[in-house]
């Protein structure tokens, strides 16, 4: 019974943005856009009173990038850009240590959540080869860094098996490299894509744990976490591939 839950959440998010592109010459080019977000967030407790609160969140977020097209089939780009995500109904709602639950069906009464900010800084180049043997191919190169600042991350909790809260983990950073490759004929269209990615805590941090389930934690049941240590989770590699072929005018494989 003590994770029995009944919930009504209401969620109200409200955005204004702006983008304007300016050709500095025929080749250079240059977007400035901005974004300011009003996200919130209601939630009523049909069995009590614990749960209820209202969370507000808002923030404006700027962008801007630049575009030089070096040919007619190549170009190079770079970007700057902000991002916030708000908590959500189910993580505002599980975020006391001392009352894990069991996600996404029970909740208790829990301290607030503070948004996820993410600074990105991304540059790259793309282009277009002509008439190869496998037709048309679109590729693209580019490397990133993101910054997130307290970002949110789900902790197991070694008080019961099977909960855990979510709490903001301070700093995490992730770098990293994609590539692109898509090609396209009369009746094929094929692609694939790389990803490599180094994903980080960036701030020290404190979790619960426990000898019997992590080696590196301590005789107290803390597992100390230093900037530098990898957030489990995120794959160093990944690689996606597909491929549409037209059988006739009405159906594909």
């Known amino acids: 019974d003590e994770f029995n839950v009944r919930l009504d959440t209401d969620n109200l998010a409200l955005g204004l943005y702006f983008s304007d592109t300016v050709s500095v010459s025929d080749r250079l080019h240059v977007t400035i856009a901005g974004r300011y977000n009003d996200v919130r967030t209601t939630i009523v407790d049909r069995l009590g009173t614990s749960l209820t609160g209202r969370h507000l969140f808002s923030r404006f977020n700027p962008s801007v990038g630049a575009v030089y097209e070096a040919s007619p089939a190549a170009s190079v780009f770079a970007r700057y850009s902000e991002a916030n995500r708000t908590p959500t109904a189910a993580e ?3 975020a006391d240590p001392a009352e894990p639950c069991r996600v996404p069906n029970a909740f208790v009464s829990d301290p607030p959540l503070k948004q996820a900010v993410a600074r990105s800084l991304e540059a790259g180049a793309r282009g277009r080869l ?3 043997v496998m037709g048309d191919v679109e590729w693209e190169v580019a490397g990133y860094r993101t ?3 307290d970002d949110i991350i789900f902790v197991a909790s070694p008080r019961l098996i099977g909960t855990g809260y979510f709490q903001n983990a301070g700093d995490t950073d992730r770098v ?3 590539v692109t490759l898509g090609g396209y004929t009369s009746r094929l269209d094929w692609y ?3 990803t490599a990615v180094e994903a980080t805590f960036d701030s020290p941090l404190v979790l619960p744990s426990s000898r019997e389930v992590n080696d590196a934690a301590s005789e107290d049941g803390e597992l ?6 990898r ?3 995120i794959p160093r590699h990944s690689l996606k591939a597909g491929v549409r072929h037209d059988l006739t005018g009405r159906w594909d494989v």
């Open 92 to 94: 505002l709602s599980c």
């Open 231 to 233: 957030i489990p989770g």
């Open 224 to 229: 100390m976490v230093a900037p530098g240590d």
């Open 130 to 132: 002509q008439g190869g």
């Open 176 to 178: 990293g490299v994609d």
């Open 192 to 194: 694939a894509s790389y």
């Open 147 to 149: 910054r997130i600042r």
